[in-house]
């Protein structure tokens, strides 16, 4: 596996969870190994992300 750093927007539906967080960035097919807010406005929140990948090849 390797680490990829990404970052993406996901909606803000005005209840930021871990939990909401988490789902949306599967829905991204992303598997976080940590991520962090570092926006938010009143319809997208940005998210840094460190995605595990499987190795290609």
Do not use: C, F, H, Q
Not at 18 to 42: C, F, G, H, M, Q
């Amino acid at each position: 596996m390797k680490v990829k750093s990404e970052t993406v927007e996901i909606p803000n539906n005005g209840k930021i969870t871990t939990e909401y967080v988490e789902n949306e960035l599967t829905k991204l097919n992303i598997t976080p190994l940590r991520w962090a807010i570092i926006s938010v406005s009143d319809t997208i929140i940005t998210v840094s992300v460190a995605n595990l990948k499987e190795l290609e090849g």
